[in-house]
T-cell receptor, first 109, second 122 residues
């Protein structure tokens, strides 16, 4: 099983600042990497697929990068609505299995 | 509006069974692969099961293989998860999610329901 590791577990950021979230894979997942946002009491929402492709309607301040085993989600200027938990997910083994990282909580500093 | 709505969650005793349903609307359900994902209280996301469009391929996470069965009814735009031999550690919010069929996004989960809660306790 491919293990996904996210860091940090919690990121304290002030509104308007940049947030950088990391996701590592235990083996190469090529670019088969997605990022999801989950707000309290809500279902996850797909933000990024293919490591860097933004879903339609996702603000341009969200960007994804990386390939192989190291990935980054960057939020260029945090807005109040961006404080949430973010999960990375690999789907290189689709459809046999998917694995998620444990999540990074982005909180207000 | 593209939507998934889960139902069927409840309190069940250890060893019991439960069948979850997920009703799809706003898209051609029969054209999309589907999955179930769960989230234990205060925890992260865990993929559970996958089914293809023609009901010929079903896959499961090791934690539920042999106990859970995924199925679908394309005529009624519905996805199901039959859960047997439930354990306390199966307590979670259960989501159905649609597998994206876009070229570069295939395998990502682009539409999620709001979830249905399953509590396993005596």
């Amino acid at each position: 099983e491919i293990v996904m590791t996210q860091s940090p577990a919690t990121l304290s950021v002030s509104p308007g600042e940049r947030a950088t979230l990391s996701c590592g894979a235990s083996q190469s997942v090529s670019n088969k990497l997605a990022w999801y946002q989950q707000k309290p009491g809500q279902a996850p929402r797909l933000l990024i697929y293919g490591a860097f492709s933004r879903v339609a309607g996702v603000p341009g301040r969200f960007s994804g990068s990386g390939s192989g085993t190291e990935f980054t989600l960057t939020i260029s200027s945090l807005q109040s609505e961006d404080f949430a938990v973010y999960y990375c997910q690999q789907y290189t083994n689709w459809p046999l299995s998917w694995t998620f990282g444990q999540g990074t909580k982005v909180e207000i500093k | 509006e593209v939507q998934l709505v889960e139902s069927g969650g409840s309190l069940v005793q250890p060893g019991g069974s439960l069948r979850l349903s997920c009703e799809a609307s706003g898209f051609t359900f029969s054209s999309f692969e589907m999955t179930w994902v769960r989230q234990a209280p205060g925890k992260g996301l865990e993929w559970l099961s996958y089914i293809d469009t023609s009901l010929t391929a079903m896959y499961y996470a090791p934690s539920v293989e042999g106990r859970f069965t995924i199925s679908r009814d394309n005529a009624n735009n519905s996805l199901y998860l039959q859960m047997n031999g439930l354990r306390a550690e199966d307590t979670a919010l259960y989501y159905c999610a649609r597998v994206s069929n876009s070229y570069f996004g295939i395998g990502s989960l682009d539409i999620w329901g709001q979830g249905t809660m399953v509590t396993v306790s005596s």
